[in-house]
């Protein structure tokens, strides 16, 4: 059963740092375009960070700088480094991947197949 489970998440203050996990079971990493997503309350889903197959590494303008994506094929894991966390990054992050090649815009939500369950980082002033 193909699955992604996201942990890491938390409350934090503002400036501090979270490392969010995305584990992935039941399939095999290497070939996936892999990204992050999340949802402020109230607002619709956006891309954060992704990965496309060429090994592009991809932010959105708000996080440039702050985050950083990495992926440890050997532990099927991928992460979502979070530094200089300010309150407006408070949502529910999500994992997703896409089995396959891809090289287009991975911020787009239906290019993904699997989706995690979401895990929350709240970020206080």
């Known amino acids: 059963q193909l699955q992604l489970v996201e942990s890491g998440g938390g409350l934090v203050q503002s400036g501090e740092s979270l490392r969010l996990s995305c584990a992935a079971s039941g399939f095999t990493l290497n070939y996936y375009v892999i990204g992050w997503f999340r949802q402020a309350p109230g607002k619709g889903r956006e891309g954060v960070s992704c990965i496309t197959s060429s090994s592009s590494t991809n932010y959105r303008d708000s996080v440039k700088g702050r985050f950083t994506i990495s992926r440890d094929n050997a532990k099927n894991t991928w992460y979502l480094q979070m530094n200089s966390l300010k309150p407006e990054d408070t949502a529910v992050y999500f994992c997703?991947?896409?089995?396959?090649?891809?090289?287009?815009?991975?911020?787009?939500?239906?290019?993904?197949?699997?989706w995690g369950q979401g895990t929350q980082v709240t970020v206080s002033s």
């Open positions: 997703a991947a896409r089995r396959g090649t891809y090289y287009g815009d991975c911020f787009l939500e239906y290019v993904y197949d699997y």
